[in-house]
């Protein structure tokens, strides 16, 4: 690879590193925490921590989805590049269509208010399924990106 083609490569791997860390972070303490929670604490949870982490998960994930996809066209060590941005693309398609739309319906609810429904609504569960699949996606892509860097 080229000087310029290692500097993407690398930055590719600490943006893709810096969005898998705070998944794998969400996964283990945050998304715990969240269970644990009643109702009202939940709800104040995700309205607390969505406008904080929204907006830097998408530049983060999409950023090195991009970098992934230019050194797949232009690298040396092009599958392992490739492979990662199929892997980010799974990322942002999950975020897209399974856990920003939980994310809108808890910010709509109103913590002092609980749904009558509630034990049928909760979207706690599969949001905690797609979460940990997207961070599984994104620790993958981490590891390609290492491995690419590296080699």
């Not at 991009?66 to 040396?76: P, R």
């Not at 034990?119 to 940990?132: E, G, H, I, V």
């Amino acid at each position: 690879m080229t000087g310029w083609q290692n500097t993407l490569g690398a930055l590719a791997t600490v943006v893709n590193g810096l969005a898998a860390g705070i998944m794998l972070a969400t996964v283990i303490g945050v998304v715990p925490m969240m269970i644990a929670q009643p109702y009202t604490g939940y709800v104040r949870m995700v309205q607390f921590m969505r406008p904080r982490f929204d907006p830097i998960m998408p530049i983060a994930n999409g950023t090195a989805l991009i970098l992934d996809v230019v050194l797949a066209a232009t690298g040396a060590i092009r599958p392992l590049h490739l492979a990662a941005a199929v892997l980010l693309a799974g990322v942002i398609l999950i975020s897209v269509s399974r856990n920003v739309p939980v994310n809108r319906y808890v910010m709509s609810l109103d913590p002092e208010r609980r749904p009558d429904d509630w034990a049928r609504l909760d979207p706690r569960p599969r949001w905690q399924f797609w979460n940990t699949t997207r961070t599984l996606l994104a620790a993958t892509a981490f590891l390609l990106n290492t491995v690419a860097v590296l080699w």
